[in-house]
């Protein structure tokens, strides 16, 4: 992982916390969660609190996230809200988190100023032990603590404030007033500092969890559909009435899901030729079948000529294993029909030549679905499922991971919306 971290392409954009009393506040959290506290006194979060250097030092890359279920978060700035979430089980966690920030915007700036939040991500359940567990979560509360309680204290105050305004004689009781300054010197005028998060709950809706090798779970109108290894606890035996069950390598009906409920786009002209996506296929498809065959082999400067040289060269290597053909001729097919005839095109190729409809509200989670079942176009498993990366990343050779990074640092990382833009045609703002 050394050359990831290199590359900030894991555990990047963090925010460093040094300040001493950022510290302080980040142990208290941890206290409150039963969790010893760190001697460190320099460490980095991402947007749920959660620190690679503490779940190192603890032993624990689970400390904010116990049975995997139940997300804890830590937050000591309303900065964190522009973070990304580093460490998760379940892939709405950063949506979840980006909207309990939005609508508890003015909170969060107030009570941060003085205290830190923490808390959980409420589920009513406990334990994932089968499907039927991550099926049962319909909505999310937001648990939401402060370590000096100053949620508590200005909801005190504001008690208060209400029995001074309604209660005849109540100016007349000093205690009441006395403690009344005191609470407010703590903090601070409530009338224009809203301390308590009102919006707490939130729908739970499509998702992956990284339970059970990985589930995708759909929400349609009156249908949902789980997608995942068939081995999983519950596969077909959790609400069968209800619930659609699609094997993971059965791609026939993974995209005729997909495509039968508006989430992709099929191959047409108009985009693929603006987007230079079979062109990106086809190079990734190169790249790791050299990577497989011929691991030494160092491709950081190789160009087009280089592999069109080396296809001609293993001819017969690039026939059996096939994409390369397979790809130009939906080239050439789509360049002068205008589209791909799919129903000619076997199963597994099928997810070779689309990518999630850019406006569709699953467009995040169905380019993750894809790039799992494109395993060769290691580009869109970094960009749309990066714990999938990271797993798949230990298998490389270290000649081919030099490789890998490389590309990610030069491709994607000085401009991130610009190539999701491009190849996936996300409109982002």
Sequence with gaps: MKRLLEKELIFGRLMEISEPHLVERYNRALSSFGLPQTSLTEFSIDMTGFSP?????LGDPLY?????????????SPAQENLPVV????????????????????????VTIR??????????????????????????????????????KSDELAALSDRLMTVPNAWRDDDMLNRMV????????????ALVPDKVVFRHQAFWAGHFGGVFVFVDDKATTVISDPAAPGFRRSRPWQVSYIALDDHKRIYSFLAD??????????????????????DMSLQWLIGRHEPETDLSDVDSIWLQTWVHRNAD????????????????????????????????????????????????????????????DFVSRFVFDKQGFYEHYETFDDTFRSFVVATLAE???????????????FRED
Excluded: C
């Design 53 to 57: 250097e503490i779940a190192e030092a």
């Design 411 to 425: 491709m994607y990382l000085p401009d991130k919306k610009a190539l999701r833009r491009r190849l996936y045609g």
């Design 64 to 76: 904010l996230d116990p049975n995997a279920v139940n997300r804890r978060f830590i937050i000591l």
């Design 317 to 376: 290597l690039v026939r059996r294993d096939g994409t390369y053909p397979f790809l130009q001729t939906a080239r050439r097919q789509i360049a002068g029909q205008g589209e791909m005839a799919m129903e000619d095109v076997a199963a597994r190729d099928r997810f070779l030549l689309i990518r999630a409809d850019p406006d569709h509200p699953d467009r995040w989670l169905t380019n993750q679905l894809i790039s799992r079942l494109v395993p060769a």
């Design 261 to 282: 409920t508006g989430r992709i786009e099929t191959p047409r002209r108009k985009w693929i030729e603006k987007s230079g996506y079979l062109d990106h296929r086809t």
């Design 115 to 152: 205290d830190v939040l923490y808390g959980e991500i409420e589920e009513d359940v406990l334990k994932v032990e089968d499907i039927e567990d991550l099926l049962s979560i319909n909505e999310v509360k937001f648990k939401v603590l402060s370590a000096d309680d100053m949620l508590g």
């Design 87 to 110: 460490h998760t089980s379940f892939s709405n966690t950063a949506a979840l988190m980006h909207q309990f920030y939005q609508e508890n915007k003015r909170a969060i700036h107030a």
């Design 182 to 193: 005191a609470l407010a010197q703590q903090t601070g005028d409530i009338r224009k500092n």
